[in-house]
């Protein structure tokens, strides 16, 4: 894969103190990994009342066998993202 | 290199620096066509789905035709990105922003199609709280969600070196721009943290897109209904995906060319690719809708023939012909010979397309419920404004997102295309002499392992 460039020269946005823009994007980060948490959640309440019910678990099971496994590895890709750009940002 | 570059990209920031009266125009029909859907809306929302054309036996109608139909059109950012990313397809390179926006925006309106048919959005709660992944509805559900956060991502990440280009380029919407280039600076490890996550998700989105509309499909073939319950709906649902998604990207691709004067961006050998590429699934539709109808005729199980002369001749034969017209006919009239106007004749074949991905939507989704196993009398369906109202909006809806996007953010990869300029011809010319007999390997081309 070749390598991006682009953004060249660093300017301050002005107004926006280095702090709040942090924050925003710690928060955007935050915001995924609650979206994500959520719907893993969901999925885990779906087998637990499945399981209560003896509604067949197996199939709640199953699917959720394959989906968690992908919201997991998409979380991954958007932390990985974050902490890679951030973090070189402020070792900098 | 780079100011020269910069001047020399600089029509792809002017639609987000400058805004002129065609786009407020734009935005002002595309507002008014919203307005007549969420009129309809509300008056369905306020008297119920009896205001619509929807009864026994007939329980879906345009809203899963349009569910149906806009996430077929999603695959047009997994194909035409993810695809030719992977495979290191140069000419990629001005037309994998739009195809990712693409998906982003029909994936909101297309599942935004199901609330609506709901009647009552309130229920959306039981899914929530009561789902049963017995159901292949909630497959659905879970498929289109993971789809959608996929997409999102695989659209921001290759949009943060260009987001950072904003930042420092263009005087407005300067936190925005800051906040979501995440500090972009394009240093080697920036680079490296970019590269690898824009692989995984090329390689990740593509089963996820696949089997988006393999549980699409399984919504219909999972039930044993006539000419719904086939084992091919899977792969043929997908073959239909692509082939509108395709052609949606090809409207978008001219509409912006000529809106925003990116004729040296959008060539027509780009259109001449893609034209090929909508001929083979053209081929291929026609393949699976061939193969999809032979069997069942064959069979000639009673309850099916009923659907299956429901539409060949029946009531609903003017639909089913129209799609064999404009799925099959005239793509093949116009891409067959791309020598001349080039870019006309793929728009037609385009535009021809997405008519006919839409019908070929209906005519699996009405009849077999006009005609079902159960037994029930022969429905008719008849749309009513509502349902007009809500078809006319969502279309709307999604080219005004679209729109708008591009008002914020370059709807062609800036540093792509610099980095076809810069990069892109050198090591397409290493790769070319890998490919040939008795030439020398490049330095850094993988050593052969194995046999």
Request: hydrophobic share 50%; charged share 15%; proline share 5%.
């Amino acid at each position: 894969m070749p390598s991006p460039s682009g953004g060249g020269d660093v300017r301050r946005a002005p107004g926006a103190s280095d702090r709040t823009v942090r924050v925003i994007q710690w928060a955007m980060a935050g915001l995924a990994v609650l979206f994500i948490g959520g719907i893993i959640t969901w999925i885990t309440h779906l087998i637990r009342t499945a399981w209560r019910l003896g509604d067949v678990p197996s199939a709640s099971i199953g699917i959720s066998l394959v989906a968690i496994p992908v919201f997991l590895t998409l979380l991954g890709v958007i932390l990985y993202v974050f902490v890679g750009l951030l973090g070189d940002r402020s070792e900098r | 290199m780079a100011d020269r570059a910069d001047t020399r990209d600089a029509v792809l920031l002017a639609p987000i620096e400058l805004t002129g009266r065609g786009f407020y125009l734009t935005v002002g029909l595309l507002s008014l066509l919203i307005l007549w859907g969420a009129i309809a809306y509300w008056t369905q929302f306020d008297e119920g789905l009896g205001v619509t054309g929807l009864h026994q036996p007939v329980s879906w109608g345009f809203y899963v035709t349009n569910f149906v139909f806009f996430i077929g059109i999603s695959h047009a950012g997994t194909l035409i990105s993810a695809i030719l990313r992977l495979s290191k397809a140069e000419w990629r390179r001005p037309i994998t922003r739009m195809a990712e926006v693409i998906t982003v925006m029909v994936l909101f309106i297309g599942a935004g199609q199901i609330l609506v048919d709901l009647g009552r959005p309130d229920r959306m709660l039981n899914i929530i709280r009561y789902g049963r992944y017995q159901s292949p509805l909630l497959w659905d559900a879970t498929s289109i969600s993971a789809y959608l956060t996929a997409s999102i991502v695989y659209l921001y990440i290759p949009m943060i070196p260009d987001i950072a280009i904003l930042r420092d380029r263009v005087g407005k919407r300067k936190l925005l721009y800051t906040v979501l280039a995440l500090g972009w600076q394009g240093t080697e490890h920036q680079q490296k943290v970019l590269n690898r996550a824009i692989a995984i998700m090329a390689v990740l989105v593509i089963p996820i897109a696949v089997s988006v509309h393999s549980v699409v499909s399984f919504v219909f073939s999972m039930t044993l209904q006539p000419m719904w319950h086939s084992t091919i709906f899977g792969p043929y649902f997908v073959v239909g995906a692509i082939f509108s998604g395709i052609a949606a990207l090809i409207v978008a691709m001219v509409a912006f060319r000529k809106a925003y004067g990116l004729h040296g961006y959008l060539k027509p050998i780009h259109f001449r690719y893609l034209g090929q590429l909508l001929l083979v699934m053209a081929l291929l539709w026609f393949y699976f809708t061939f193969a999809e109808y032979l069997t069942g005729y064959y069979g000639a199980e009673p309850e099916e023939m009923k659907v299956f002369q429901a539409k060949f001749s029946g009531p609903f034969w003017p639909f089913f012909w129209g799609m064999v017209l404009t799925n099959l006919i005239i793509p093949i009239l116009c891409l067959v010979r791309l020598g001349r106007r080039t870019i006309g004749k793929v728009l037609i074949a385009s535009l021809s397309v997405t008519v006919g991905m839409w019908l070929e939507r209906f005519i699996i989704v009405v009849p077999t419920l006009s005609n079902p196993r159960l037994p029930f009398g022969e429905g008719i369906y008849w749309p009513t404004w509502v349902e007009w109202g809500e078809l006319a909006g969502s279309f709307a809806l999604f080219a005004l997102f679209y729109v708008l996007f591009t008002k914020l953010f370059p709807v062609i990869s800036i540093w792509e295309i610099r980095e076809g300029r810069e990069v892109g011809l050198k090591e397409v010319e290493e790769r070319l002499l890998t490919y040939l007999p008795d030439t020398a390997e490049p330095r850094h081309a993988e050593p052969e392992r194995g046999w």
